[in-house]
């Protein structure tokens, strides 16, 4: 692949979504500025997108958001489809290419339709302003190398997924794959955060004037705080800069959605379900402008107000005058058509969330073995005052906790500092146990009551033996690969198909034991078939990268040829 002329990072955030860009040439991260035309300047454009009743592509971003709420009359809302905070819709669940999402008006969209359609607006976004950077040069997709973010806790079903739309979207074609970068979130904020100097942290967070990466062994731990998820990775430098991971990434679910799910309960049980089931069936426009109006009071402290939609004001007073909804409770008020909110009240909304990052952090820092110097705050969450509060009362004793000024862009400026040194994290922690099922010759002492298989010549295997490659907590640097010797059952046997697994366990003999779970397959050519079952091939397949690659190499001929792994059912 020749050098590529500029580097493009995005960000497909669960809440807000944005890119940045650099010029290989340049020292300078490059950002759009989005909303201005609706009086907003904001880094990132909500993660919404709008289809019309055929399923065409109509707008993303503010626009999506802002073309939808003006739909005021029922009928023409319910016509159109628009997706919003979807990106988790790919955590924790068996994915497939035809999987299918519900949009508002309860109509379900191929995923991977909407998935793409959101890549491909952000890649022509991207491009034009790239045009508009450089007196009119057009560049092409195929001109960038482009670095897309992912949660670290992601499966490798959910980093291919996101592959496969970004290549449906045109950001680089099929066979050129190394043209497209997955990042782990918290990695590129890493890379981020440990060249800042003092004055890229809040005030008075960095007391010294040091540069993190300019001082090997300094370990600290980043926590990045989404939308969606809190993804939390420990890294240490290593000389010239580098980093190596300390502790497997953790992480879980418990982002700032969170807080707005409790919000949404918190209005309903004030109006009643009665009430405010049919604000959601009958307005769902107005209720996406309050949850939108909510996520920006997060950033505040203390009371806030929040506008109340004008329709449900008006189903509310049609049940009971609308002083009576705020009179049992002295955390919220109502005040000429504002709801207003307790500081308390918000604190408590965030105490799912808070106590979701305190045990992921806690877990970490009991291990001995780490000299955990900094916290890194990062993430448009870690902008809301309770999370950075808490963080820094609860674990500043320990660690100084740091907040970079741009927090919420630490991971997109990061990404596009990763895919022009990918190899900058050195090695990996393997969060599991991974192996493939391999067969044995049966032997009823070993392998008694296992499943069988006799080949056309009558020899006896046992089919669900499990070869370990890699195990939990094992550190594996970027660049190695594991190997594994195989030969053919068949005589004439011209492909060798392998099922890969995973388990929590440190080891596994066999693969249908509890616990170990089937994650994908691979199969590997051998269209030479003249020596029988005297032909061997290595497999191998490299764990230490942000995504698992495999390789294949035939021992005759030497041929290396590259293996497509498969993580989606189908």
Same mark, same amino acid.
């Given at each position: 692949?020749?050098?590529?002329?500029?580097?493009?990072?995005?960000?497909? $955030?669960?809440?807000?979504?944005? +890119?940045?860009?650099?010029?290989?040439?340049?020292?300078?991260?490059?950002?759009?500025?989005?909303?201005?035309?609706? @009086?907003?300047?904001?880094?990132?454009?909500?993660?919404?997108?709008?289809?019309?009743?055929?399923?065409?592509?109509?707008?993303?971003?503010?626009?999506?958001?802002?073309?939808?709420?003006?739909?005021?009359?029922?009928?023409?809302?319910?016509?159109?489809?628009?997706?919003?905070?979807?990106?988790?819709? !790919?955590?924790?669940?068996?994915?497939?290419?035809?999987?299918?999402?519900?949009?508002?008006?309860?109509?379900?969209?191929?995923?991977?339709?909407?998935?793409?359609?959101?890549?491909?607006?952000?890649?022509?976004?991207?491009?034009?302003?790239?045009?508009?950077?450089?007196?009119?040069?057009?560049?092409?997709?195929?001109? &960038?190398?482009?670095?897309?973010?992912?949660?670290?806790?992601?499966?490798?079903?959910?980093?291919?997924?996101?592959?496969?739309?970004?290549?449906?979207?045109?950001?680089?074609?099929?066979?050129?794959?190394?043209?497209?970068?997955?990042?782990?979130?918290?990695?590129?904020?890493?890379?981020?955060?440990?060249?800042?100097?003092?004055? @890229?942290?809040?005030?008075?967070?960095?007391?010294?004037?040091?540069?993190?990466?300019?001082?090997?062994?300094?370990?600290?731990?980043?926590?990045?705080? @989404?939308?969606?998820?809190?993804?939390?990775?420990?890294?240490?430098?290593?000389?010239?800069?580098?980093?190596?991971?300390?502790?497997?990434?953790?992480?879980?679910?418990?982002?700032?959605?969170?807080?707005?799910?409790? #919000?949404?309960?918190?209005?309903?049980?004030?109006?009643?379900?009665?009430?405010?089931?049919?604000?959601?069936?009958?307005?769902?426009?107005?209720?996406?402008? !309050?949850?939108?109006?909510?996520?920006?009071?997060?950033?505040?402290?203390?009371?806030?107000?929040?506008?109340?939609?004008?329709?449900?004001?008006?189903?509310?007073?049609?049940?009971?005058?609308?002083?009576?909804?705020? %009179?049992?409770?002295?955390?919220?008020?109502?005040?000429?058509?504002?709801?207003?909110?307790?500081?308390?009240?918000?604190?408590?909304?965030?105490?799912? %969330?808070?106590?979701?990052?305190?045990?992921?952090?806690?877990?970490?820092?009991?291990?001995?073995?780490?000299?955990?110097?900094?916290?890194?705050?990062?993430?448009?969450?870690?902008?809301?005052? +309770?999370?950075?509060?808490?963080?820094?009362?609860?674990?500043?004793?320990?660690?100084?906790?740091?907040?970079?000024?741009?927090?919420?862009? &630490?991971?997109?400026?990061?990404?596009?500092?990763?895919?022009?040194?990918?190899?900058?994290?050195?090695?990996?922690?393997?969060?599991?146990? +991974? $192996?493939?099922?391999?067969?044995?010759? #049966?032997?009823?002492?070993?392998?008694?009551?296992?499943?069988?298989?006799?080949?056309?010549?009558?020899?006896?295997?046992?089919?669900?033996?499990?070869?370990?490659?890699?195990?939990?907590?094992?550190?594996?640097?970027?660049?190695?690969?594991?190997?594994?010797?195989?030969?053919?059952?068949?005589?004439?046997?011209?492909?060798?198909? #392998?099922?890969?697994?995973?388990?929590?366990?440190?080891?596994?003999? #066999?693969?249908?034991?509890? $616990?170990?779970?089937?994650?994908?397959?691979?199969?590997?050519?051998?269209?030479?078939?003249?020596?029988?079952?005297?032909?061997?091939?290595?497999?191998?397949?490299?764990?230490?990268?942000?995504?698992?690659?495999?390789?294949?190499?035939?021992?005759?001929?030497?041929?290396?040829?590259?293996?497509?792994?498969?993580?989606?059912?189908?």
């Amino acid at each position: 692949m020749e050098d590529s002329l500029v580097y493009i990072a995005i960000d497909f $955030g669960t809440a807000f979504t944005g +890119y940045c860009f650099k010029f290989s040439e340049s020292k300078q991260v490059r950002q759009p500025k989005w909303g201005e035309e609706y @009086g907003l300047n904001t880094p990132k454009t909500p993660t919404c997108i709008l289809f019309d009743e055929d399923e065409n592509f109509l707008k993303f971003g503010y626009d999506a958001v802002m073309t939808y709420t003006r739909q005021t009359r029922r009928n023409e809302a319910k016509k159109l489809f628009l997706f919003d905070n979807f990106k988790m819709e !790919l955590f924790g669940k068996e994915l497939h290419r035809d999987f299918m999402m519900t949009a508002k008006n309860g109509k379900k969209m191929r995923a991977m339709k909407v998935f793409s359609e959101s890549l491909k607006f952000m890649k022509d976004h991207a491009l034009d302003m790239i045009e508009r950077h450089t007196a009119k040069v057009t560049y092409s997709a195929s001109d &960038a190398t482009w670095v897309l973010t992912v949660p670290a806790i992601w499966s490798a079903a959910a980093k291919q997924f996101m592959r496969e739309a970004a290549t449906e979207a045109g950001l680089m074609a099929e066979s050129e794959p190394e043209r497209l970068i997955v990042a782990l979130e918290p990695e590129a904020a890493s890379v981020w955060c440990k060249q800042l100097p003092k004055e @890229g942290f809040m005030e008075g967070d960095l007391t010294e004037a040091e540069i993190i990466e300019q001082v090997p062994e300094t370990q600290y731990m980043v926590v990045d705080c @989404g939308g969606g998820t809190i993804d939390i990775t420990v890294h240490e430098v290593v000389e010239g800069g580098r980093l190596k991971e300390l502790h497997r990434v953790s992480g879980n679910n418990m982002g700032g959605q969170t807080v707005d799910k409790n #919000f949404k309960a918190f209005i309903r049980e004030i109006f009643s379900e009665k009430v405010f089931d049919e604000f959601e069936e009958n307005h769902p426009s107005e209720l996406q402008r !309050l949850m939108y109006d909510f996520s920006i009071c997060k950033r505040y402290d203390g009371d806030v107000l929040v506008q109340c939609p004008y329709s449900l004001h008006q189903i509310a007073s049609r049940v009971d005058d609308i002083e009576a909804y705020f %009179s049992g409770d002295n955390d919220v008020d109502w005040g000429s058509g504002q709801i207003l909110l307790s500081g308390a009240k918000l604190k408590a909304l965030h105490e799912d %969330s808070i106590r979701g990052i305190e045990s992921l952090m806690k877990e970490i820092l009991k291990n001995p073995t780490l000299n955990i110097r900094y916290i890194f705050l990062v993430g448009g969450f870690a902008l809301s005052p +309770y999370v950075n509060r808490f963080v820094k009362e609860k674990f500043g004793s320990k660690c100084q906790v740091l907040c970079p000024v741009d927090a919420q862009m &630490a991971v997109v400026n990061g990404a596009v500092m990763f895919g022009m040194m990918p190899n900058v994290v050195e090695s990996r922690i393997s969060v599991f146990t +991974y $192996g493939i099922a391999v067969v044995h010759l #049966f032997d009823e002492s070993k392998h008694k009551g296992k499943s069988k298989y006799v080949s056309n010549d009558g020899v006896q295997f046992c089919d669900v033996c499990f070869h370990c490659l890699v195990k939990k907590n094992e550190s594996i640097p970027f660049d190695e690969a594991e190997q594994y010797i195989f030969n053919p059952l068949e005589i004439d046997q011209s492909e060798m198909p #392998f099922s890969f697994y995973c388990t929590e366990k440190e080891t596994a003999e #066999f693969v249908d034991e509890e $616990g170990v779970m089937k994650i994908g397959s691979l199969a590997v050519s051998m269209p030479k078939i003249s020596q029988g079952r005297n032909r061997s091939v290595v497999l191998e397949i490299k764990f230490g990268f942000t995504e698992m690659q495999a390789t294949a190499i035939d021992v005759d001929s030497g041929e290396t040829t590259s293996v497509k792994m498969d993580f989606m059912s189908r």
